[in-house]
């Protein structure tokens, strides 16, 4: 069996793959204070509710954009598995060519995702990340990873307003009715959920006036990407598990061979 973990900034998230089956996936909160022991403990819990034990567990890899992490998950996954894990950056063969200024400062995580849509939806593409960050992605025709944008993401902002401004709460991001808003909760929720509606529409329009992306297919992960969905944004697909597939495929692609893996 394979375990792959795509650690970001809120959120861990974590699945289980026995051959091309992902088995199980998790998400666990992202807390740098966390002991390699305590995370230890919690995926020897989550795997054990599946029936799986650390023993069954033959290949290990991960992508990180919390570096502080690092350290933590390597050392949890050797001591408790026996394992090292592989470990995605800009050098690792993904199927995708990257043309960025600076690759050292490309995320794993936009990595993985945009090689995973790559793989299962072909190109062009424009690949939408909705996490702690938004972050739009192009791939050519041909599997080139040529830029993109990030944005503030969702929830970053919402908790950005409640820090700044005094009297406004902490809300749950729903969709509201209306766009015009009679309460602050829902104007809030307008505010964010429409606004960023609006963000998204934009971004991805023009996007598209790059001749290579003209007839790019549009690919939404992330936790809240549901929140623009049914809107007046074309996003063709919607997969929540984008980037644990792409862990595998990039495992895949890289691992060596070893007799009787599962």
Not at 10 to 25: F, H, P, Q, R, W
Not at 189 to 214: A, F, H
Not at 224 to 248: H, P, Q, T
Request: aromatic content about 6%.
């Amino acid at each position: 069996m394979l375990l792959v973990m795509d650690i970001g900034n809120t959120n861990v998230k974590i699945g289980v793959y026995s051959d091309d089956e992902l088995l199980a996936s998790w998400r666990i909160s992202t807390e740098a204070q966390r002991t390699s022991d305590e995370y230890g403990m919690v995926l020897y819990d989550l795997l054990k509710n599946q029936g799986i034990s650390f023993k069954d567990i033959k290949g290990i890899v991960m992508s990180s954009v919390a570096p502080s992490l690092n350290y933590t998950i390597e050392h949890m996954c050797d001591y408790y598995i026996g394992i090292k894990p592989t470990v995605v950056d800009h050098t690792t063969n993904t199927g995708i060519k990257i043309n960025y200024d600076n690759p050292k400062e490309l995320g794993s995580d936009r990595i993985i995702d945009c090689a995973a849509a790559y793989a299962i939806y072909g190109g062009p593409l424009i690949v939408i990340d909705f996490g702690s960050a938004t972050t739009f992605n192009a791939v050519t025709a041909d599997g080139e990873f040529i830029g993109g944008a990030i944005a503030p993401g969702m929830k970053t902002a919402t908790e950005s307003l409640v820090m700044t401004a005094a009297k406004l709460p902490r809300i749950e991001l729903n969709k509201p009715e209306s766009i015009i808003a009679t309460s602050t909760k829902s104007g809030m929720q307008s505010g964010v959920v429409y606004g960023y509606t609006g963000l998204v529409d934009y971004m991805v329009k023009n996007m598209k006036k790059e001749p290579r992306l003209s007839k790019a297919k549009v690919v939404a992960t992330g936790g809240l990407s549901e929140l623009i969905e049914n809107s007046e944004v074309i996003i063709d697909v919607i997969d929540r598990a984008l980037a644990l597939k792409g862990l595998k495929l990039v495992y895949d692609l890289n691992k060596p061979q070893r007799a009787g893996e599962k």
